[in-house]
C-alpha cells in the first residue's frame, strides 16, 4: 500500500512584509507537492521493475519526480515553519552563527547574497560530519543540496515565493524574511542537530 502524506497547516497571516495573500498562493503550491508525490507514491506501485533504464524508464521518471516533489515538500514545511514574530536573534544559533561569520550582520549579508545568487532556495545547515554550519544555495528542489546536512534555516527565493508582494524586487522580500524569522524554531533545529552529532 502507498505512503501518503497529508499537508501540514501553517499560520499564514500577520507577518510584516509578507501578505496572508502572497503565503496563501505559496501554501497552494505547496500543497500540490504534497499531492503529486502521493500520486507518484500510487504509481510506484504498479509500474514495471524489469524495464527501469538510466535513459527513460517509467520507473527512471517516477524516481526522479519522487525527488523533486518530497524534497519541495520538506523544503517549504521548513520553509513556513521558521516564519515566526517576534523571536529575538538568541541562544545557541546566536552564538553559532558569530563563531562562523563573525557577527550577525555578516551572516545576513552572506545568507542574503546567496540568496540573490540562488534560483531556488538558501539553507544555513549544519554538517553533521564536521559539525560546522554552512550556507547553501540550491537552484532546484534537488540541485545542489549539501549531501549529510541538516537544515536550520530555510528560505525559498523561487520567484512564486514574493512575486504578488515584490515583483521583481527579490532583495526587498529577503529583507521581509529576515524581519519574519522563527529564531525559536531554528534553535530547536540546531539542538536537535547537535543531538544526531554527538551519537
Do not use: C
Not at 524516481?63 to 529575538?88: D, R, S, T, W
Not at 531556488?120 to 560546522?132: A, H, M, P, T
Not at 521583481?168 to 522580500?173: N, Q, S, T
Request: net charge negative; charged share 20%.
Amino acid at each position: 500500500m502507498a505512503f501518503k502524506i497529508e499537508p501540514k497547516v501553517y499560520n499564514l497571516e500577520g507577518f510584516p512584509g509578507l501578505s496572508a495573500r502572497q503565503l496563501a498562493e505559496h501554501y497552494t503550491l505547496y500543497v500540490g507537492y504534497v499531492n503529486k508525490y502521493n500520486e507518484i507514491q500510487e504509481l510506484l506501485e504498479t509500474v514495471d521493475y524489469s524495464k527501469a533504464n538510466q535513459t527513460y524508464s517509467d520507473l527512471r521518471s517516477l524516481k526522479v519526480g519522487e525527488n523533486f516533489a518530497l524534497n519541495g515538500i520538506k523544503l517549504h514545511e521548513a520553509y513556513f515553519e521558521n516564519l515566526g514574530l517576534n523571536q529575538p536573534f538568541a541562544g545557541r544559533i546566536q552564538t553559532t552563527i558569530e563563531a562562523t561569520f563573525g557577527d550577525y550582520d555578516t551572516f545576513k549579508a552572506k545568507f542574503s547574497g546567496a540568496g540573490i545568487a540562488a534560483r531556488g532556495w538558501v539553507v544555513l545547515s549544519l554538517d553533521l560530519n564536521s559539525g560546522n554550519v554552512a550556507i547553501n544555495s540550491l537552484d532546484a528542489h534537488d540541485v545542489g543540496y549539501f549531501v549529510n546536512t541538516f537544515p536550520l534555516l530555510v528560505m525559498d527565493v523561487y520567484e512564486h515565493a514574493y512575486m504578488i508582494d515584490y515583483g521583481i524586487k527579490r532583495a526587498d522580500y529577503i529583507q521581509a524574511f529576515f524581519q519574519n524569522i522563527a529564531w525559536d524554531t531554528v534553535n530547536m533545529r540546531l539542538e536537535k542537530a547537535l543531538a544526531m552529532l554527538s551519537r
